[in-house]
């Protein structure tokens, strides 16, 4: 990880000029010591997962308007593969993806690739998102789904009483 930032404090305002760049994060730690202190469940995730993403941050936080600097993040998660301790098969999964925040606090983001492949689920998308802490968020989503009932109906309890047989395709436009 690197990264530069330039903050100056003045009057009601803090000046921000910086970027971080992550390359190669890798995320079995992260999920294993930090985020399953919060949500335990996630403890049994295992993953081969690395993130690269850039950051940068432009312009001043204005105390008085509320005023935000702008906010640019690019994320990538190359193909990798994720696993469950109650679920035999591994997920393969990938993101690319950029977020945009403006003056206003209005975040955006633009998703270029999302895939997640596993045992009778083959899923791909694209989409964008806009207002996405608003009150009304819009999102735009393209993409297949592919699922085999009869695989996956292997990884449902028998406690649910659901017999599922075939195929489903869709096409997302």
């Given at each position: ?86 679920f ?31 045992y ?47 195929s ?6």
């Amino acid at each position: 990880m690197a990264g530069d930032m330039d903050i100056r404090l003045r009057d009601d305002k803090a000046m921000m000029n910086g970027k971080i760049d992550i390359s190669r994060c890798r995320m079995q730690p992260i999920l294993q010591y930090y985020i399953a202190k919060y949500l335990p469940e996630l403890s049994q995730i295992r993953s081969n997962s690395e993130i690269n993403a850039t950051a940068t941050i432009k312009g001043h936080y204005d105390y008085a308007t509320g005023r935000m600097p702008e906010v640019n993040v690019n994320v990538d998660i190359p193909d990798s593969k994720l696993g469950h301790s109650t679920f035999p098969e591994r997920i393969a999964v990938c993101m690319k993806a950029d977020f945009q925040m403006d003056t206003t606090g209005l975040m955006q983001a633009e998703i270029s690739k999302a895939r997640i492949l596993t045992y009778g689920l083959d899923m791909d998308a694209r989409g964008s998102m806009y207002d996405i802490t608003g009150t009304d968020p819009e999102i735009t989503m393209n993409g297949g789904l592919r699922v085999s009932l009869d695989s996956l109906r292997q990884f449902l309890p028998d406690t649910l009483d659901i017999t599922a047989r075939g195929s489903i395709t869709a096409q997302l436009d």
